[in-house]
């Protein structure tokens, strides 16, 4: 039976280390630090998403700033807002939660967040630092991934890694986290073809298609380290009766995959968590350096 790589009690943890880096700095900095988030538009799930970000700030004592402006709000009223945050002093992380409405393009907006604010890890500069390998904010989701691997002391060294999804946000950062842990990478994408030939070489799988469910026991190496960054709702089933609610889901057949695996991140409580405290580290991280603060959090930003 997999090892359960438990995001939820990483997160926990390291929302204490994270507290103890405020505690141990805020005589010094003179204010804590503050994470700027920028909603646009009422979508449901931004909001819960926002509403999560915030409360995970106020657990650790980061003071969090929401700008929510309308859906019909013009990019140029976007820019402006971004601009103000850039060079307001209490703010050491801004966060554009995306999706943005129609209408509005998200790469000259995330383009001008001043790239030492940015909590996300997804300005241009900032990846290209992950590129060559010099310090800077990361990007959430796969830093997270490679603090759960390091808690678990899963090493990377010479392992065959496998990532299926090539986007900006999680697959190719991922790659170059991993390459940079000196595993040996392959990327899949929707033009890959046999893929569970490909996916079968992999010590370590990192899926992040967005397609629920779709890697199963075929497409997995017996001891592989399976990482599922796929996160979906399934709606309830009216066929399979009352007591099948809806669930979270994620890319991965959990339970054929289980057996077979060293190691697998649950959904929920897998990656998910980690995401949200990778932008904490991220903001605490810029607070400790726009305040000449010693830096603590260098192993979580590799
Ligand atoms: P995306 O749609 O931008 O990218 C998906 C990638 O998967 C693409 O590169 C595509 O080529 C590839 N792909 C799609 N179908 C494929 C197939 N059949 N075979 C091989 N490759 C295929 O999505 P994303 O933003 O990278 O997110 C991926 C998933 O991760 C989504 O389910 C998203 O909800 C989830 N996600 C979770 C977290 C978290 O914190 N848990 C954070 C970010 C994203």
């Known amino acids: 039976m997999a090892l359960r790589l438990d995001g939820k009690q990483l997160a926990a943890e390291l929302e204490q280390r994270l507290q103890a880096e405020i505690a141990a700095g805020l005589v010094q900095a003179g204010r804590p630090p503050g994470l700027a988030v920028l909603r646009i538009g009422d979508d449901p799930a931004s909001g819960v998403y926002v509403a999560h970000k915030q409360k995970a700030c106020g657990r650790i004592g980061v003071a969090s700033h929401l700008t929510h402006l309308p859906e019909t709000v013009s990019a140029a009223k976007v820019l402006a807002t971004i601009q103000a945050l850039n060079i307001d002093e209490r703010v050491d992380g801004i966060l554009l939660q995306l999706p943005l409405p129609k209408g509005l393009d998200e790469g000259p907006l995330l383009a001008a967040i001043d790239p030492e604010k940015d909590a996300d890890g997804l300005h241009t500069l900032n990846l290209g630092r992950l590129l060559k390998g010099e310090p800077g904010p990361r990007s959430c989701t796969p830093a997270g991934v490679m603090a759960l691997l390091a808690r678990h002391q899963i090493s990377l060294e010479r392992k065959r890694a496998v990532v299926i999804g090539r986007s900006i946000l999680v697959g190719q950062p991922m790659a170059l986290m991993l390459q940079a842990a000196n595993a040996t990478v392959s990327v899949a994408h929707s033009h890959t073809d046999d893929l569970a ?78 995401t949200v405290t990778m932008l904490l580290v991220n903001t605490v991280a810029r607070w400790q350096q726009h305040c000449g603060l010693p830096f603590g959090l260098r192993d979580l930003l590799l």
């Open 197 to 274: 030939s490909l996916t079968q070489q992999a010590d370590v799988l990192v899926v992040a298609a967005g397609r629920p469910q779709m890697i199963g026991s075929d497409h997995v190496k017996p001891g592989a380290v399976v990482v599922d960054v796929g996160i979906h709702r399934l709606p309830a089933d009216p066929e399979l009766g009352p007591q099948v609610k809806a669930r979270l889901c994620g890319d991965v057949r959990a339970q054929e995959v289980e057996p077979l695996a060293s190691a697998l991140t649950p959904v929920p409580g897998g990656v998910g968590p980690m």
